[in-house]
């Protein structure tokens, strides 16, 4: 298994209003589609991604639903080179407000896409402009989890901070620097949380589908969505929070 992340998917209620906003505001081009009978799933990157970053998948189901944001999931995260600048030029063109650079002690900034869903901006040198840096995600045991990233997907953690009330470790494969990992935030205080239905799952790259869904049964992953209940093009299992994690050949 390569483990690099090949996607992170989120739900949205207007397909056309969400692929405006991430073309206008990130310049995300539109790089696959598949229209199902009751869905469309439509995928987005930076035109001058490198390969082995992330794509952003967005599903759009036709029955209209609405849903819960819950607060399993936290952001994904986008990188620019100056985050004042980047910020700035979002406010220009007319997205809303939400944590500025100065709130956030000019490290990082926020602003949510016309779903709600939250999306931080990091500087950082390496990898393209909006591309995708990282994925965060709420974590009841952070021991348990990163455990998990490591025995069931070969991740190494990175990076950590460790702050006054809670702490965030970095999780990632052997993979290019512009690869996207995911952050792993854990609360001090005992938190428990909801996931919600607005966000979907992370997916990782496999060499083989079948080999690798092996592997991730021999670790004793949970066998959620097997291969052959997918017609053998992608599988899923969860972690041990119930993080949804699709395994595809890309």
């Known amino acids: 298994m390569t483990g690099v992340l090949d996607h992170v998917m989120m739900r949205v209620e207007d397909l056309d209003t969400s692929l405006d906003w991430y073309n206008t505001h990130l310049g995300y081009e539109e790089t696959g589609r598949w229209e199902a009978d009751t869905f469309t799933n439509v995928y987005l ?6 390969e082995e970053e992330a794509k952003l998948e967005l599903t759009y189901n036709h029955d209209d639903r609405t849903y819960e944001m819950g607060d399993a999931w936290g952001h994904i995260a986008v990188r620019v080179d100056d985050v004042y600048d ?12 939400y944590r500025d650079p100065d709130s956030c002690g000019g490290q990082y900034a926020f602003v949510k896409d016309p779903d709600g869903h939250e999306i931080e901006i990091v500087e950082r040198e390496q990898g393209a402009r909006w591309g995708l840096d990282h994925t965060m995600v709420r974590v009841e045991d952070a021991d348990a989890a990163i455990g998990w990233y490591s025995r069931k997907l070969d991740y190494d953690l990175v990076r950590r901070s460790e702050n006054e009330d809670f702490a965030l470790y970095f999780m990632k494969p052997d993979a290019a620097e512009q690869a996207m990992s995911v952050e792993l935030t854990y609360n ?7 996931l919600g239905d607005a966000w979907g799952h992370l997916a990782v790259r496999a060499d083989d589908l079948q080999d690798d ?3 991730l049964m021999e670790r004793h992953a949970e066998n959620y969505r097997d291969p052959e209940s997918c017609d053998n093009r992608y599988a899923f299992t969860k972690t041990n929070d119930s993080h949804e994690i699709e395994i595809l050949e890309p």
């Open 45 to 50: 990157a930076p035109p001058d991604r490198h």
């Open 86 to 97: 980047a910020y700035e030029q979002l406010m220009d063109e007319g997205v809303e407000d």
């Open 188 to 194: 001090y205080d005992g938190s428990s949380y909801e």
């Open 213 to 215: 869904w092996k592997t």
